[in-house]
């Protein structure tokens, strides 16, 4: 699952996920039996990031990533000699 973390509004994707996995003792969606239906997941043009724009947005953050990790890496080494 991908949430992006300069956004504040995750909490409504992680509920969604979450009510959306069969849970381990109803052995149904959390979802269905809350709403008593199956979850419907709309993909209407123009609601939704364009698939060049989101692998766009992921090759950033992973670059992010990489810089953070990396400073970290250095701040762990002066740390342990």
């Known amino acids: 699952m991908y949430i992006d973390h300069k956004k504040g509004n995750w ?3 992680a ?3 979450f009510n959306n996995k069969v849970h381990i003792s109803t052995k149904s969606l ?3 039996v809350n709403y008593e239906r ?3 997941m709309s993909f209407e043009k123009g609601k939704n990031m ?3 724009e989101f692998v766009k947005k992921m ?5 992010e990533t990489k810089v953070a990790l990396k400073k970290s890496q250095k701040e762990m080494k ?4």
Request: charged letters at 40%; proline letters at 4%.
């Open 11 to 13: 909490l409504a994707t």
């Open 15 to 17: 509920g969604f996920a």
């Open 30 to 32: 959390l979802f269905k």
């Open 38 to 40: 199956e979850p419907r």
């Open 50 to 52: 364009k698939a060049e």
């Open 59 to 63: 090759k950033e953050i992973y670059e």
């Open 78 to 81: 002066k740390i342990c000699r």
